[in-house]
């Protein structure tokens, strides 16, 4: 396995950060792990964790890096790259592990121009927990990972950033950055927001009831709703950066509830049959 970063310094040390730097050990990763975080309660459980070697409140650390990951809610991007910038040392690649490609990509090569090549990447892995203390062992091994190179993308970077995620165990795939906001905004970014819609709608059902319906839930409710969990500033932040395409994709679910709405009211046991029969098909052959 070759690593070709010698200090890799996270910025952001949350739930994805920690996993990345707690999986960079566990896959041999012979270099130094450092991070930034403006919350010191995550900089000492990293450090007290083992998680990594070196952490700080001050962006100065990044100075002797010559990996950079952001690993911070997507709204911070800007004032992240804008702090970090002045002590970006020469050769410097900087990446991300952001759920929001699209337009992001572009404003950060830009806020990086003659400073660092910049390489978007999104792990297609994760979990409804925050925080360092929740970093999850192997979380990136046989998921895949995403990049997202432009037209401008430096490629010795690129293919840098590509083999670090193959030594973690992912399957790298390339994806146009405006093209992977279409996909995420269907398969990853409308389920939270129906998730957390669901507990809402059944909270607003509770009142009418004068019950505590939360009280009476099973398997069905907890498999749908475990995502409504997930860091409401994490999702606040995609759903504003991705909300063009998160807007299609309500929708287009709008067109299938209504569809459901529909059948049932017109008590037609035959499409309804049909129509539930239709999605566990398509659902049953999701690997
Ligand atoms: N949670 C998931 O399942 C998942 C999966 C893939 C990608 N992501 C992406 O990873 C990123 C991090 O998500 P997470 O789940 O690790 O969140 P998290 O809340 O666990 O961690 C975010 C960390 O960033 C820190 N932070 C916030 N603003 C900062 C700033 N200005 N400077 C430095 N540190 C700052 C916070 O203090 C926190 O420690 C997000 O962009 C998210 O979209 C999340
Ligand atoms: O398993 C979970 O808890 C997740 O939500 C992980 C999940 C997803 O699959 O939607 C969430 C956001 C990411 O950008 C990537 C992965």
Do not use: Q
């Given at each position: 396995m070759e690593w070709e970063f010698n200090e890799i310094c996270i910025v952001g040390l949350g739930l994805i950060g920690g996993s990345f730097a707690l999986n960079l050990k566990l896959k041999g990763f012979p270099g130094k792990i450092t991070a930034v975080d403006i919350n010191p309660e995550a900089v000492e459980k990293g450090i007290e964790l083992k998680i990594i070697d070196k952490g700080s409140l001050k962006y100065s650390i990044v100075s002797s890096a010559d990996l950079v990951v952001i690993a911070t809610p997507v709204g911070v991007y800007k004032n992240v790259i804008e702090n970090l910038k002045p002590y970006i040392k020469e050769g410097t690649v900087v990446t991300d592990l952001g759920s929001v490609?699209?337009?992001?990509?572009?404003?950060?090569?830009?806020?990086?121009?003659?400073?660092?090549?910049?390489?978007?990447?999104?792990?297609?892995?994760?979990?409804?927990?925050?925080?360092?203390?929740?970093?999850?062992?192997?979380?990136?091994?046989?998921?895949?990972?995403?990049?997202?190179?432009?037209?401008?993308?430096?490629?010795?970077?690129?293919?840098?950033?590509?083999?670090?995620?193959?030594?973690?165990?992912?399957?790298?795939i390339e994806m146009e950055p405006f093209y992977h906001d279409k996909v995420f905004a269907a398969v990853s970014h409308l389920p939270?927001?129906?998730?957390?819609?669901?507990?809402?709608?059944?909270?607003?059902?509770?009142?009418?009831?004068?019950?505590?319906?939360?009280?009476?839930?099973?398997?069905?409710?907890?498999?749908?709703?475990?995502?409504?969990?997930?860091?409401?500033?994490?999702?606040?932040?995609?759903?504003?950066?991705?909300?063009?395409?998160?807007l299609r994709s309500i929708e287009s679910f709008k067109r299938a509830i209504e569809e459901v709405e529909r059948l049932i009211r017109a008590k037609d046991k035959e499409k309804l049959k049909e129509f539930f029969e239709k999605a566990r098909e398509k659902r049953s052959l999701v690997k």
């Open positions: 490609k699209g337009k992001l990509v572009y404003t950060c090569e830009e806020l990086l121009k003659g400073v660092a090549p910049f390489v978007g990447g999104h792990p297609i892995a994760g979990t409804e927990k925050s925080g360092v203390e929740n970093a999850v062992e192997n979380l990136f091994v046989n998921a895949k990972f995403v990049v997202t190179p432009t037209e401008n993308t430096d490629r010795d970077a690129l293919e840098k950033v590509k083999n670090l995620w193959r030594n973690l165990g992912s399957e790298v939270h927001v129906v998730a957390y819609s669901i507990v809402s709608a059944i909270d607003e059902l509770s009142e009418d009831l004068k019950t505590n319906l939360f009280d009476y839930t099973g398997g069905g409710f907890r498999d749908f709703t475990r995502i409504a969990m997930s860091d409401p500033v994490m999702w606040r932040d995609i759903c504003i950066e991705n909300s063009e395409n998160i």
